[in-house]
């Protein structure tokens, strides 16, 4: 409902789902912003950006974020709806949503869909996931890229988050409070094709969202029976760097309460910048704390959290604090060009590999996509991928399906390969024992080959391996060493 202030309205907070689950995802990689400046010449600022692999897109990094969200309730509510919010799709007309559905083999029946096109479809999805009936999961995800040279290349980020929303006694943040104010102005914007944005002078954008971010969030405070001194932790997430800054300065919280926008250590994710400043938000907040979300893209959104005394057992884990501090900060700025296909370097002097083909993908879906397995009845071995006929017994179509994904195996040989097709050569491959069985053939990521081990203890995360000449992306899983938290 909008009132004549042009202010979202709700009836009340209680209303609303709380979040009974989250997730964030913070990519290996980094960019030192003086790795840009050494190239090009000019100033590239301090600290560096979040950067998403070769094999890495806003689905497969939505994915991970899932996967961390929803570890953390192996018995709670099973996600029916799915809302995806991204600004860079890895498909258009096709349903994104549908591949992190398929990679969390959820059943049938739960709705898989798209938010997309603008860095405000994240907000959107989250109040949409609030206001389901159903347990609903928002995941929200943006890779962030700019022209050389350029401040979305500087500031932007690779990052993605996500929530489950439900009703249960299990909450660990309650939404108590919405506001939101609209305006049509022109500040940012992409049209169909175009490789990087179009930011109009940042002064006019500064002026513009002023009021609409101060009409909004006097509006969620006053739902909410909170004054500005009340909020316990304030996350002013957005694009337009000049007004989150002025409008932080102004809210009249008191200044340990403002959260850190993260943008000095792995830049700003856009779409999912609010969703990680939560998660982080989350990761460090006391039961009772009060946490307002302001997000500014095309108007002014409020969201205003309470925490309740399950988030303290109920973390998400690695924390984004953690995954920061697990990042490599090595990558070269010419690597980061031509990952991100702005320089056009000569690929590697093999075949290209064959292009995925519509019906094997469906027929084995729920390995290829959600990496289940199969145990054999009669002896216990598990087999990857799945056999009608058991290698160790040759027990025929006694199968039990049995989900690997998070299962953490250790490095049972590998080599480097410098001759096989890689778009980041070279290629390192492993066979990988699980300690409860099933051994798996697959490529390292997120890797140095100079320090792998046998031995070395690796996990299970969901990448894109290559895009075909037709566009379609082949996701499978690969196995990345075993970092912070998790180690």
Known sequence: MVDNDGLL???????????????????????????????????????????ASYDEDATSMGVEAARAALRRVPAGPVPERIFFATANPPYLDKTNAAVIHAALDLPPSALAVDFGGAVRSGVGALLAAADSRVPTLAVLSDLRTGLPGGGDEKEGGDAAAAFLFGGDDAVLAELIAVGATTDEFLDRWRTPGAPAGRVWEERFGEHVYGPLADAAFADALKQAGLSPGDVDHLVVAGLPARAVRRFAGGAGVRPEALADDLTGAIGNAATAQPGVLLADVLDRAEPGRTIAVVVLADGATVLVFRATAALAERRSQPSVAAQIAAGGDGLRYATFLTWRGLLNREPPRRPDPDAPAAPPSHRTGRYKFGFVGGRCDSCGAVHLPPVRVCVKCGAIDRMTDVPMADAVGTVATFTVDRLAFTPSPPMVAAVINFPGGGRFRCQLTDVDPATVAIGDRVEMTFRRMLTAGNGVHNYFWKARPVRGEEA
Do not use: F, M, Q, W
């Open 9 to 51: 309205a709700t009836e009340g907070g209680s209303d609303l789902a709380g979040i009974v689950a989250y997730g964030a995802y913070v990519p290996y990689h980094r960019l030192k912003r003086s790795e840009i400046a050494a190239v090009l010449g000019e100033g590239g600022g301090r600290g560096a950006r979040a950067v």
